[in-house]
Structure formats: C-alpha cells, structure tokens
C-alpha cells in the first residue's frame, strides 16, 4: 500500500475524497444581496487577505494533493484588482481539469472572453429576478440591466455551460419562480434554485419567515412544466430535474430540506486564509500563518492541508430558530 505521502488523493476520517476547493478571494462585492450582508458591512484590511501570489500557490498545493476542480468566489470575484493574472495562471496550472467561477454578473460585460479564453469552462451567475426594481431591492445597489448584459455576454463567449443561481425568499420573488425558469429555457441555460442559509446575523428580513423550501419551489414549477428527475450530478449538492423537452435542467440545493453531507467531496478557503472544512460548521486550518511562515514551501502547505482532513465534520446543522450559529457571512465564506 502506498504511504499518504506518496497518494495524490485527500481523504477525510469519513472516507470522503475532497477534490474540490472554493476559493474565496475578495469580501468585497459591488452589490449588498439582503440575505448575504448587512447594509453596512466592514470589510477586511488589504494585509489579512490572501495576496494573488498566495492564492496561486495554494491552489497548486491542493492540486498536487489531488483537487481537481477550483471555483473562485467571494465576495465578488471579478471586482478583485488584477484577478485576470491570477485566472490566466490558474487556467493552464497542469492537473486543474476545472477551474469554475460564481459571479453576480456585473462584469461580465467586459471580463467574459477574456474568462473564456483563459480556461474558464463553466460560470454560474446569479440572478434573483427579472424585475429591476425589485432586483435593486434584492441587492440593495444592483442594475438588472448590467446582469443581463453580462449574461448575454457569457453566451457570446462559449462557455460549456452556464448556470444561473437563485435565491428564493417567500413574499418576495416566490412569484417569479416561473419566470425565472421560463428565462432559464429559452435562453438554453441551467437554473437552481438554493435555499437561504443562516449565514451572519441580518436584521433586513426574518429568516425563518422568508423560507421557501425547495420542495414547495418544486410544486409550483410542475404547475407549468414536466419535470423528470435526474440521477445526474456535476459534483456539487445540487439534485437536478429536467424540463422534459428542453435542454435546461433545473436544480435544487437544500440544505435544510436534504442533507447532502455523505456526499460531501468539497472544502473551502476563506478570503482570509482560513482553509475551512464545512459550510456549517467553524472546524478550520489557518493556512495563511503557514504560507507567511514558510514563503514557497509548498511541503509545509501540503502537509498542514493533510492534516486538515481529519478535522472535516461529518455533517452540519442548519436551524432556523435558533440565534445563527454560523457568525461568519456568505462573502467571508465563499459561497
Ligand atoms: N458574488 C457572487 C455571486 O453572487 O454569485 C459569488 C459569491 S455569492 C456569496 C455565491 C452564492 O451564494 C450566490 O449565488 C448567492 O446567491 C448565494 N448566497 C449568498 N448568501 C446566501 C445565503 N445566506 N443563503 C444561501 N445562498 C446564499
Ligand atoms: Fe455580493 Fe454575491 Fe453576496 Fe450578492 S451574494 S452580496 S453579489 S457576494
């Protein structure tokens, strides 16, 4: 048998293989989405956050542990000065057989070829209604009209596939359901719809009371189309369904309504370094100390990543009503 060291491969105590890491690299975001942040939010000093050097070198280190795919998140990625070099290295980095992004859109306009031609293969963009003034109220500043720009630009640049995300909040775009799915089909796009998460302490809406469950977004999509389940998955928590005749498949994440944890192949860094082994849960590694400690030791981050795995939770809890237990917000997180 091989020694640990010598195997390509992360396995935690559960005998889960994480070969995906999301990699959050900016708190910072151009909009202020009311179930991500607080209005008022402070974001980190310039020095706790990850350098784009320090980002290259860790994504290399847990490809040379086996992780195969990357999704850069945030925060809003794109907003990140610079993060075209970061992409353009991370595109041809050897062994990366796939390096994704989540954006809120809103830079896609002028950054999507260059996304495409640097590698990126698949993009999700997320979009909570086609409605622009409740899109800016959803957002606190965002522009509908910037979102669809860059989703028209995503489409002009040839992306494998584009996926769209949606947040759904009851009694405020649960009527949009349709819509949005209607959107979805007939621009040939993939749709999945996630449920809110208690992440952060928000005072704009009661959580508990703007739960719409997957399972009640579900039965209003049937109302209008045939949905056929599907055993597919693209590695991620999703359960996905098909519009029967059309190409758009529909998804749902729901972390209080199914728990996906078995299946669990994923981990995520902080924007701050902080190599964190569940969504819900503060189980975490500081990887930063590691990389300032011992700049361009990539033995010493490795090793810190492999003992990390034995640190992973089985499992979270989500409740709705209870204080959130979670402190930290989406953007911290990388969603
Ligand atoms: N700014 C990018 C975007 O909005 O796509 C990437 C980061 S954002 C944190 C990633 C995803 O997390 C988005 O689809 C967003 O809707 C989702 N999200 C943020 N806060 C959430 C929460 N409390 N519960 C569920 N999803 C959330
Ligand atoms: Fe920004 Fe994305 Fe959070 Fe919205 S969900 S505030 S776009 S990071």
Not at 4 to 12: K, Q, S, T
Not at 82 to 91: A, D
Not at 150 to 169: C, M, P, S, T, Y
């Amino acid at each position: 048998m091989s020694t640990p060291e010598a195997r390509p491969r992360l396995i935690d105590r559960f005998g889960r293989e994480v070969n995906y890491v999301r990699l959050s690299i900016t708190d910072r975001c151009d909009f202020r989405c009311v179930y991500c942040m607080a209005e008022q939010m402070t974001f980190l000093p310039r020095e706790q956050v990850l350098t784009l050097e320090e980002l290259y070198q860790l994504s290399e280190a847990f490809v040379s542990l086996g992780v195969r795919k990357i999704r850069l998140t945030g925060g809003e990625p794109l907003i990140r000065r610079n993060v075209m070099s970061l992409i353009e290295r991370l595109g041809a980095l050897e062994g990366l057989d796939e390096l994704v992004l989540t954006t809120n859109g809103s830079q896609l306009p002028k950054m999507a070829e260059g996304l495409r031609a640097a590698g990126v293969r698949r993009i999700n963009i997320s979009l909570d209604s086609l409605k622009p003034d409740r899109f800016r109220q959803l957002t606190r500043i965002g522009k509908l009209e910037q979102v669809l720009a860059g989703i028209d630009a995503a489409q002009a640049a040839g992306f494998e596939r584009i996926k769209l995300n949606a947040v759904i909040l009851r009694g405020r775009n649960d009527d949009e359901i349709l819509d949005l799915a209607g959107f979805a089909i007939q621009r040939g796009l993939d749709l999945t719809f996630i449920e809110e998460m208690p992440l952060g302490q928000i005072e704009e809406h009661d959580r508990a009371e703007a739960f719409m469950p997957s399972e009640a977004i579900r039965e209003v999509l049937q109302t209008r189309y045939a949905l056929m389940p599907s055993t597919e998955t693209t590695g991620g928590p999703s359960r996905y369904w098909h519009v029967e005749g059309e190409p758009t498949r529909i998804g749902f994440i729901s972390p209080h309504s199914h728990n996906f944890c078995h299946l669990c192949n994923r981990v995520r860094v902080t924007v701050e370094g902080r190599l964190l082994l569940c969504l819900g849960n503060e189980h975490s590694m500081d990887l930063r100390s590691v990389l300032r400690e011992h700049p361009g030791d990539q033995a010493a981050l490795q090793s810190a990543i492999r003992a990390a795995m034995d640190i992973k939770p089985e499992r979270h809890e989500f409740s709705l009503d209870a204080e959130p237990q979670i402190v930290r917000f989406m953007n911290m997180t990388g969603g």
